[in-house]
């Protein structure tokens, strides 16, 4: 099965990001508030380049029930997720206005709709599959730290939720599906592009950490 063999083929990347500091210092509460808020104001506004990439998929879709469950994964991406985010943003008073979108969170949505554009149907399928999947199993394993005085107990029960898990599960199931009856090119590249998103994932916990900014930033007038 194709979600199988690639979760065996990113074993070791998913071990990085389990063991990234920020997930750590999620985890046990630690984090530090303004990394904490530098990543929900990147990521609200990835969350709205990953909804339209789930819309695009309904569109391009071969299967109606496959259109029915992007769709709804776009609408909730924008309204669930983005009410979490909304609410930390206030209660931490992480302000969008003065924070550019990161050279990370820019690279990543792009990539997705990009992607979503012009890639075949089954590789679209395998490039959102990894922000449904990775943030369940990282939900699930933080889940043993959800006490409710937890500073971030609403993100990590958010991803822990079987609700979610479900959604996590019948995304696979369209994966596997797509990939079982692909031609071994396409195949090829849908494991490229579960890879590529699984490495951007990494990398966007990352930038949140070191607070990414722009290098040419300083050279450019205002």
């Given at each position: 099965m194709f979600c199988d063999d690639i979760w065996q083929r990113t074993a070791e990347l998913m071990r990085a990001i389990h063991e990234h500091p920020f997930l750590v210092a999620l985890g046990d509460g630690t984090l530090?508030?303004?990394?904490?808020?530098?990543?929900?104001?990147?990521?609200?506004?990835?969350?709205?380049?990953?909804?339209?990439?789930?819309?695009?998929?309904?569109?391009?879709?071969?299967?109606?029930?496959?259109?029915?469950?992007?769709?709804?994964?776009a609408?909730?991406?924008?309204?669930?997720?983005?009410?979490?985010?909304?609410?930390?943003?206030?209660?931490?008073?992480a302000d969008a206005k003065g924070l550019a979108m990161s050279p990370t969170c820019l690279a990543y949505a792009s990539f997705l709709q990009a992607t979503a554009l012009t890639a075949p149907y089954p590789v679209i399928a395998a490039a959102v599959l990894p922000c449904f999947w990775i943030y369940q199993d990282v939900g699930t394993a933080?889940?043993?730290?959800?006490?409710?005085?937890?500073?971030?107990?609403?993100?990590?029960?958010?991803?822990?939720?079987?609700?979610?898990?479900?959604?996590?599960?019948?995304?696979?199931?369209?994966?596997?599906?797509?990939?079982?009856?692909?031609?071994?090119?396409?195949?090829?590249?849908?494991?490229?592009?579960?890879?590529?998103?699984?490495?951007?994932?990494?990398?966007?916990?990352?930038?949140?950490?070191r607070r990414e900014t722009w290098p040419t930033e300083r050279w450019l007038a205002p």
């Amino acid at each position: 099965m194709f979600c199988d063999d690639i979760w065996q083929r990113t074993a070791e990347l998913m071990r990085a990001i389990h063991e990234h500091p920020f997930l750590v210092a999620l985890g046990d509460g630690t984090l530090d508030p303004d990394r904490f808020g530098f990543y929900i104001v990147q990521d609200a506004r990835y969350l709205e380049a990953f909804s339209k990439a789930l819309a695009t998929a309904s569109v391009r879709a071969t299967d109606p029930a496959d259109a029915a469950f992007w769709a709804q994964s776009a609408h909730t991406a924008l309204a669930a997720e983005r009410m979490l985010h909304a609410g930390y943003a206030e209660e931490l008073g992480a302000d969008a206005k003065g924070l550019a979108m990161s050279p990370t969170c820019l690279a990543y949505a792009s990539f997705l709709q990009a992607t979503a554009l012009t890639a075949p149907y089954p590789v679209i399928a395998a490039a959102v599959l990894p922000c449904f999947w990775i943030y369940q199993d990282v939900g699930t394993a933080l889940l043993k730290y959800a006490t409710p005085e937890h500073p971030y107990v609403k993100w990590i029960s958010t991803y822990a939720d079987p609700a979610f898990a479900a959604s996590v599960e019948q995304a696979k199931g369209i994966a596997d599906r797509l990939a079982a009856a692909a031609d071994p090119a396409t195949r090829e590249a849908m494991g490229e592009a579960y890879g590529r998103a699984a490495a951007y994932e990494w990398m966007f916990w990352d930038s949140a950490w070191r607070r990414e900014t722009w290098p040419t930033e300083r050279w450019l007038a205002p």
